[in-house]
Every structure is written in C-alpha cells, then in structure tokens.
C-alpha cells in the first residue's frame, strides 16, 4: 500500500469512529498510525491490524500476541523489552481500538480537543508513548503530509474495503433485496460485507452477522449508503448490492 493510499485508508476509518468517541481532530491520530506501524509495513500492523501499538493491558480478553519493542524509561536511553500486543482482525477494527483503547480514564482531556499539537502533547503527558521526541515526530508526520485536511474534509470509502474477494467467492446464490425484518442468505451476505466495510449498528457494535435484518443491521446500511452518496433508504437493492459486492 503506496502512502496516500495508507493515509486515505486511516483516515476514513478514523473520521468514521471519533464522533462515536468525542474525539474532534484527526490529523495527530492518523499520524500516530504512521509512525506507530511503519505505513502499516511493520509486522504488528500488517499481520495482526495493530496500528497504534497498542498494548494488551490488564483489561484485555481478545487475542495478543508476544513481540519485542523499545521503550525509552529514561531520555535518550532505549530499553530493549518484549510486550503483548492487542491483535485485530481487519484495519476498522485496529482503528476502532484506538479509540476503545483511549477510554481508559487517564484519556479523558483528549475528549474535545481541537488542536492537534495540544491533542499530542495530552497524550504524551498520559503515559500513551515514551520516547522523548513523541510530540515532535507526529507533529512533523501532520505538518510533512498536510495531515490538517483531514480534520476538515470527509474521505471516502478505501478501495479496497468493500466487499473483499473472499465475499464475492462465498457465495453461489441471487442476492435478494433486503428490507427491514427480512431474513435468510441474502441478509446474512450483506451483514458481512457490512461487517468487513467496518460498519457498527445502533448499539455502537460491528454489525453481528445473524441474517436477520433488524435495527441494527439496517442502521449500519443506512450509514454506508450515506457515506457511499446512494438514496438512503434502508433498502439493499441493486445500487446497494453494486457497491457492496464491488462488481
């Protein structure tokens, strides 16, 4: 994945996510990813979805993986260490731990912050990062690649996030319109691609694929179709599916 493509991709995920969060600027957070993940090229990032480092911590019930890292205890001084790493399955659902990640109480100045260097230099002071030139890093990451815009503008969907290839190969039957209170195959295909695209119900969740349309499915559709610039109806039918399945 080339930069502006990586960039795009964060980004989308991030605009989609913060609002949900009280989080108002994205550039630093997109940033971080940057930096945290190498362009996505580390192994953390690429293999397990981690972009942020984010460590397992007590609290964690999902899956972790053992990895060696560096922390900087004291200025100028890299102390070599191992640590368990949260482990995500897709780039939505990195991005969506950043923010569960930022719940915990010694985060809450970030909430409503509008100026990315302020946003930095908070969570540094938190205890997110370490390294004694964390604030400078991001900030010349938001500077060197116009990261500001994406405070400001609204990214569309990344290319390659609708409806992976293994969606389109999965099934074998005519996808039906689906209404609310449908149920059956064509529900549960569409929950999928939903689910993939990194869209949450009402209940602020990854839609769960049960085939059976109810308020939280359709609430998730109604968001893609929107973010997709389609009638928002609630309604997948043939425009719906086009984009979907990304045929």
């Not at 604030?135 to 609708?162: C, F, H, W």
């Not at 999965?170 to 609310?180: A, H, N």
């Amino acid at each position: 994945m080339d930069k502006q493509k990586f960039i795009d991709s964060i980004a989308y995920y991030v605009q989609m996510y913060a609002p949900k969060y009280d989080i108002k600027v994205h550039s630093p957070i997109i940033a971080q990813a940057i930096l945290e993940s190498g362009w996505g090229d580390s192994k953390l990032a690429s293999v397990y979805h981690n972009y942020f480092g984010l460590t397992c911590g007590t609290g964690w019930t999902g899956k972790s993986v053992n990895m060696a890292t560096w922390e900087e205890y004291t200025p100028g001084v890299k102390t070599n260490i191992t640590q368990n790493f949260r482990v995500y399955d897709s780039m939505a659902e990195g991005v969506k731990g950043y923010f569960e990640f930022i719940q915990y109480p010694r985060y809450k100045n970030l909430k409503g912050v509008t100026d990315p260097r302020a946003y930095v230099e908070r969570i540094k002071a938190d205890g997110y990062a370490t390294a004694s030139n964390y604030v400078s890093a991001v900030m010349n990451i938001v500077i060197g690649y116009n990261l500001e815009q994406y405070d400001r503008k609204t990214v569309q969907a990344p290319s390659e996030a609708p409806a992976p290839a293994i969606e389109r190969a999965s099934y074998s039957f005519t996808v039906q319109e689906v209404r609310k209170g449908d149920s059956g195959k064509s529900v549960a295909l569409m929950q999928k691609c939903l689910r993939g695209l990194g869209y949450n119900g009402k209940d602020g969740r990854l839609v769960t694929v049960d085939a059976s349309a109810g308020a939280n499915t359709i609430f998730a559709l109604k968001e893609f179709q929107r973010r997709a610039g389609i009638t928002v109806d609630g309604i997948c039918a043939e425009k719906s599916w086009k984009i979907l399945l990304d045929v």
